[in-house]
């Protein structure tokens, strides 16, 4: 009976984990799909299309006037992201406390998926002098991938025991990066040889904009299947709105490492999020890189993030996942210093400093995932995960902000990148006085070997 009893165990074990892998697989193609957006969209396509189409609509002066107010051309599109960023601030405590009362946020993440899918398959029709109808698609796409990634970003804790989630986070992070890539080649295919598609290119623009959102829709599909939602008894703390955000804030003050944790990460994150939005703006603005060029450059942060990432998972095994982070900020500070020095029309210099970009950039945001997982109580995932989210779009309104700004100011797109430095600055030096070993044992949780 007890030799019964062992392998029943055993067999309930092994499957189990084939559960547990299932669901990561899924989990990692959440991040296959939406990366896109993030790729051709925000970082390669939207960014000087939507300058130019504001351009083409602005007055004398350089000036649109949305809704009455004169804003600089060439700035529409970093406000535009900032206001996005405002309105994600604004929906997810909605969502989060949804999510945390009824311990159902498959069909939130399928909600937020497939808005964000619907916005950026309609910039299609962006053409002529639309700007108000690109900011528009820009703020409700931007601002549902903000939502749909709290809900994702939740699931780790719960598919991943704590020694294999800087490896499964990091996995997620490649996955995106590698769908990037691969649609990256297919738009470069498209926009250098829309002549010989019998496409002008703006038509070439517009059908990689909306292929985005298709791909995002279509890819949705498998996470939806495979991740499963873990009902839970509602409790006292989960209130409606900002209540539930709020009383979310007076239970972290009682564990104050985890918000310093997370101050750190909304200071060198908002740096990370405006470099990956503004990239192209600078190559095409300020260096004169043509379409082309800014796709090639993107497309080598595409695939060296997806080794980056899996490095800098593997050196966070052997030094820590803190003291990586760390030294992905150093090399983020040094490697934006030296794009201000960038000369114009040097597309081999451009390429020197995406690849900088590449290799940090999906570990350092991969890291802090799963570092603040460890810092997270248990039973609170869903609710200290809204805020993690919130902490990642809280700020980075200021990053754009301030990028614009620099840019209505001064009118030098050097000015405007080189004042992102401070973010990476001011990051590391908060991050470094954490102590995240004792912050995990206040959190409640085991403190791993190395961390």
Not at 165 to 183: H, P, Q, T
Not at 190 to 205: M, N
Not at 225 to 248: C, I, K, M, N, V
Not at 402 to 420: H, M, P
């Amino acid at each position: 009976m007890g030799t019964d009893t062992l392998r029943t165990g055993a067999a309930d074990g092994a499957d189990g984990a084939a559960e547990r892998r299932r669901e990561q697989r899924g989990w990692y193609f959440y991040d296959w799909a939406c990366s896109v957006y993030s790729t051709s969209v925000l970082t390669v396509f939207l960014g000087p299309y939507l300058t130019s189409v504001a351009e083409s609509a602005a007055d004398t002066d350089g000036y649109v006037h949305p809704l009455g107010i004169p804003v600089r051309a060439g700035s529409f599109f970093a406000y535009s992201v900032s206001l996005s960023v405002i309105v994600a601030v604004l929906v997810m405590p909605l969502v989060g406390a949804a999510a945390d009362r009824s311990g159902r946020k498959k069909p939130l993440l399928a909600a937020a998926a497939y808005t964000g899918a619907a916005a950026t398959t309609g910039m299609f029709f962006l053409d002529g002098d639309r700007y108000l109808l690109g900011g528009l698609l820009l703020v409700v796409a931007n601002a549902a991938q903000s939502v749909a990634m709290m809900l994702y970003n939740s699931y780790l804790p719960q598919i991943a025991p704590p020694e294999e989630r800087d490896a499964v986070s990091s996995r997620g992070w490649a996955f995106g990066y590698a769908a990037g890539s691969l649609v990256l080649v297919v738009n470069l295919v498209l926009y250098t040889g829309h002549d010989s598609f019998g496409l002008s290119e703006s038509a070439a623009v517009r059908i990689c904009l909306a292929s985005a959102g298709l791909w995002w829709g279509a890819f949705a599909l498998i996470p939806l299947r495979r991740l499963r939602d873990r009902r839970t008894a509602a409790r006292e703390a989960a209130l409606p709105g900002f209540r539930q955000l709020a009383a979310t804030v007076r239970d972290m003050r009682r564990r104050p490492l985890t918000l310093a944790f997370l101050l750190a990460y909304l200071v060198y994150n908002d740096g990370i999020q405006t470099v990956i939005s503004q990239a192209s703006v600078y190559g095409s603005e300020e260096l004169g890189l043509g379409q082309s060029t800014l796709i090639v450059a993107v497309l080598l942060v595409q695939v060296l993030a997806v080794a980056g990432a899996l490095a800098l998972g593997r050196l966070a095994r052997r030094y820590g996942a803190k003291r990586t982070i760390l030294g992905s900020l150093v090399a983020w500070t040094v490697t934006l210093a030296a794009g201000y020095f960038l000369p114009a029309g040097a597309p081999a210099w451009f390429f020197v400093l995406a690849a900088g970009i590449g290799l940090v950039l999906g570990g350092s945001q991969a890291l802090s995932r799963s570092l603040f997982s460890h810092l997270v109580p248990p039973g609170k995932e869903a609710e200290y995960f809204s805020a993690y989210e919130l902490s990642d779009r809280g700020m980075s309104w200021l990053g754009p902000l301030l990028f614009g700004l620099t840019y209505q100011l001064t009118g030098s797109y050097r000015d405007a990148i080189i004042s992102l430095v401070a973010f990476f600055v001011i990051g590391f030096v908060l991050l470094a006085r954490v102590p995240v070993r004792r912050a995990i044992g206040d959190a409640g949780n085991p403190v791993p070997e190395r961390i």
